[in-house]
């Protein structure tokens, strides 16, 4: 089942006025949108459970406001392990805003009287690291989302990608299990890192395709400029280039003309101009992600042109046996095409 898709960060503020029901309706069905994502259910559960024990503090608690409402809006954002209770909290909705801020301060001064700092949940355990991790995720279907600085996603299926909900202020670094699409908001000041494998890529602004498999990582630059890099080695790319890198032997194949089928789950379109029905068949095995078979080795030598857009895979094959007159069966999940062979 894929990820619910993400929300925008939310102002810490804004949650203290919902708890305190004095959030406008617009500012509430922002916050309801907000707790769609269990992550963001989690950190409002862990809000209200110390916003409710702050509310028993008396008016006269003297706490430094200022500094206590700069701390909690560092530290609200970091995630916790509770368990999502979407509601707020009731109370009267007539009361001034300024108590929700002394509200908040009292809850960093509870925490601190008795020793406990709920924040110590985070995962990382690191001070000054990305807050919340995110992760996207598809099984049959490709999803397309946005991340936090505005950037595009097309992730394909069987994939994952993870990414912070807020980007560090130095970089803005995902981690890609699997293959996505991506479209990247140009921002020099903050280069684009995803983490692929052993392999890096990095850019500033651009599209570009970035597949993991096994020990490989191949990368496919529509537009831009992207370096490809490893340990030992590093190659830019420019527009229509690929490269891929390979993990055992810590290398990077130099950079060849795009195949644009390789795109086909972006672009919604296959083309093949006199193509051996070996490679026509490689290609559909990694666009379809199925498992395809030649019955007879001089089927290799058989050549086709044909265009395809979106058809289902058993729709592309009849096309395939129909005009190189072969026979397409299904052998549990693996198709098979049989025939006589093509001779030279």
């Known amino acids: 089942m894929m990820a619910t898709e993400p929300q925008p960060p939310i102002d810490d503020a804004l949650l203290g006025k919902f708890l305190a029901g004095e959030a406008s309706e617009a500012e509430a069905d922002r916050v309801r949108r907000w707790l769609t994502n269990p992550a963001n259910q989690r950190e409002y559960k862990r809000f209200a459970r110390i916003w409710a024990t702050a509310s028993a503090l008396t008016p006269t608690t003297t706490v430094n406001?200022?500094?206590?409402?700069?701390?909690?809006r560092k530290q609200m954002q970091?995630?916790?392990?509770?368990?999502?209770?979407?509601?707020?909290?009731?109370?009267?909705?007539?009361?001034?805003?300024?108590?929700?801020y002394s509200r908040i301060a009292a809850m960093l001064t509870l925490a601190v009287l008795v020793g406990v700092s709920v924040w110590r949940l985070r995962d990382t355990g690191n001070v000054g690291q990305p807050t919340a991790q995110l992760s996207a995720a598809t099984t049959t279907s490709p999803k397309r989302f946005t991340l936090p600085?505005?950037?595009?996603?097309?992730?394909?299926?069987?994939s994952r990608l993870t990414y912070p909900a807020t980007f560090a202020d130095s970089s803005r670094e995902v981690v890609l299990t699997g293959e996505a699409f991506f479209e990247v908001a140009h921002d020099p000041a903050h280069p684009f890192r995803v983490r692929a494998g052993q392999a890096v890529v990095r850019v500033l602004g651009t599209s570009f395709n970035v597949r993991v498999v096994g020990d490989s990582v191949r990368v496919a630059v529509r537009t831009g400029r992207v370096q490809l890099s490893a340990r030992r080695q590093?190659?830019?790319?420019?527009?229509?280039?690929?490269?891929?890198?390979?993990?055992?032997?810590?290398?990077?194949?130099?950079?060849?003309?795009?195949?644009?089928?390789?795109l086909a789950y972006q672009t919604g379109r296959l083309s093949f101009a006199n193509?051996?029905?070996?490679?026509?068949?490689?290609t559909l095995r990694e666009v379809y992600g199925t498992d395809i078979r030649l019955n007879n080795a001089?089927?290799?030598n058989c050549h086709l042109t044909a265009d395809f857009g979106n058809e289902p895979i058993d729709a592309v094959l009849a096309v395939v046996a129909e005009t190189l007159s072969l026979t397409v069966r299904r052998e549990g999940n693996t198709r098979v095409l049989s025939g006589t062979g093509c001779y030279e």
């Open 65 to 72: 406001t200022e500094a206590a409402w700069q701390h909690v």
């Open 78 to 100: 970091k995630p916790s392990v509770s368990n999502p209770e979407i509601r707020p909290m009731p109370v009267t909705p007539t009361r001034p805003n300024w108590l929700v």
């Open 149 to 158: 600085d505005g950037s595009r996603v097309l992730l394909n299926r069987n």
């Open 234 to 262: 590093a190659v830019v790319l420019t527009p229509n280039q690929q490269a891929t890198y390979f993990a055992p032997a810590d290398t990077i194949r130099r950079p060849v003309s795009l195949d644009a089928n390789r």
């Open 275 to 282: 193509a051996s029905l070996a490679d026509v068949v490689q």
């Open 298 to 300: 001089d089927l290799n």
